[in-house]
C-alpha cells in the first residue's frame, strides 16, 4: 500500500483545511487509518485514527472537537477535517496505515507501523 497525503497549507489561525490520504491498493478498506503531525524540533505525535470499519475514532485530546477524521473506502482515502486551527497546529501531517487503532497508536511510539505516507505542511501562524 502507498499513501499519498495532500491538502496542507498556509491558514489563518481559526480557519479550517481538510487533509486527503489516498491509498493505493485494494486492500485500503482492511487497514485502520490514521494521522500524526511532526512540528519542528519535536517528536511525532498522533492526531487521529479510525478504524477498518469506520464506526470507531480516536483523536488526541490536543484536537478533540476541532478535528474530524472519516474514510471513503471506495475512493480507497482518508480524510482528515481540521477546524478553529491553532499555531500549535503547525506541522508536517503524515498519514499512516496498521492494523487496528490500538496497534497503530503503539506503533506509532514503539515502531512497526505497516505503512506511512509522506507528510504535507500545514502552517497556522497566529
Known amino acids: 500500500v502507498q499513501l499519498q497525503a495532500s491538502g496542507g497549507g498556509l491558514v489563518q489561525a481559526g480557519g479550517s483545511l481538510r487533509l486527503s490520504c489516498v491509498a493505493s491498493?485494494?486492500?485500503?478498506?482492511?487497514?485502520?487509518m490514521g494521522w500524526v503531525r511532526q512540528a519542528p524540533g519535536k517528536e511525532r505525535e498522533f492526531v487521529a485514527a479510525?478504524?477498518?470499519?469506520?464506526?470507531?475514532?480516536k483523536y488526541a485530546d490536543s484536537v478533540k472537537g476541532r478535528f474530524a477524521i472519516s474514510r471513503d473506502d471506495a475512493l480507497n482515502t482518508v480524510y482528515l477535517q481540521m477546524n478553529s486551527l491553532k499555531p500549535e497546529d503547525t506541522a508536517v501531517y503524515y498519514c499512516?496505515?496498521?492494523?487496528?487503532?490500538?496497534?497503530?497508536?503503539?506503533?506509532?511510539?514503539?515502531?512497526?507501523?505497516?505503512?506511512w505516507g509522506k507528510g504535507t505542511q500545514v502552517t497556522s501562524p497566529a
Open positions: 499512516a496505515a496498521n492494523a487496528t487503532i490500538p496497534t497503530m497508536t503503539r506503533a506509532l511510539y514503539y515502531g512497526g507501523m505497516d505503512y
Open positions: 491498493g485494494r486492500i485500503f478498506s482492511t487497514y485502520a
Open positions: 479510525i478504524s477498518r470499519s469506520g464506526d470507531g475514532t
